[in-house]
T-cell receptor
Framework: GESVGLHLPTLSVQEGDNSIINCAYS??????FIWYKQESGKGPQFIID?????DKRQGQRVTVLLNKTVKHLSLQIAATQPGDSAVYFC??????????FGDGTTLTVKP | DGGITQSPKYLFRKEGQNVTLSCEQN?????MYWYRQDPGQGLRLIYY???????QKGDIAEGYSVSREKKESFPLTVTSAQKNPTAFYLC???????????FGQGTRLTVV
């Protein structure tokens, strides 16, 4: 079946550096992708999304890139801060809101 | 404030007992979802409902049951048939036709 996965389970960066979190997906028919942030003991929070007809979308300090040729999604966080430490999930979502999640990447920001 | 409320935050039950997890939302969302999260893993869909009095099985529905009698409420029952019920359970909701889900804070269920 379809699956969404992340390349690395953990990522450690220095405060102020840029972070890049990667995700590979397998369902080429997916129409919509979302990045969520989950802090310890809490539910995931929406960060940014991108439709399959786009290559790039920018938010505040975050950018999502979509490469449909290789079925790859990435989340870039600029000037990473300690408050960015969390688990980041990419999700492939259909138009009914039903999402398939990857296993997550734990981002640790060192002061 | 608008949002999704899950209760309780922590729940302990003896093996063989059924237990019901509460999920209430005041966002006026049509769709609601239950996910299970195990340590170091992503979320897996248990059940979802797009409209009152209707729901569908997700990827891991065995051993679980739900009801959707009201738009605001989507309780999940973990039955004794669920072989490994200890996990973190997340409820979410979304506007019909839109993909972004809003999550509750989760219920951590421990079965001893």
């Amino acid at each position: 079946g379809e699956s969404v996965g992340l390349h690395l389970p953990t990522l450690s960066v220095q405060e102020g550096d840029n972070s890049i979190i990667n995700c590979a997906y397998s369902n080429s028919a997916s129409d919509y992708f979302i990045w969520y942030k989950q802090e310890s003991g809490k539910g995931p929070q929406f960060i940014i999304d991108i439709r399959s007809n786009m290559d790039k979308r920018q938010g505040q300090r975050v950018t999502v890139l979509l490469n449909k040729t290789v079925k790859h999604l990435s989340l870039q966080i600029a000037a990473t801060q300690p408050g960015d430490s969390a688990v980041y999930f990419c999700a492939e979502t259909d138009n009914a809101g039903k999402s398939t999640f990857g296993d997550g990447t734990t981002l640790t920001v060192k002061p | 404030d608008g949002g999704i409320t899950q209760s309780p935050k922590y729940l302990f039950r003896k093996e063989g007992q059924n237990v019901t997890l509460s999920c209430e939302q005041n966002l006026n969302h049509d769709a609601m979802y239950w996910y299970r999260q195990d340590p170091g893993q992503g979320l897996r869909l248990i059940y979802y409902s797009q409209i009152v009095n209707d729901f569908q099985k997700g990827d891991i529905a065995e051993g679980y049951s739900v009801s959707r009698e009201k738009k605001e409420s989507f309780p999940l029952t973990v039955t004794s048939a669920q072989k490994n019920p200890t996990a973190f359970y997340l409820c979410a909701s979304s506007i019909e036709g839109q993909s972004v889900a809003f999550f509750g804070q989760g219920t951590r269920l421990t079965v001893v």
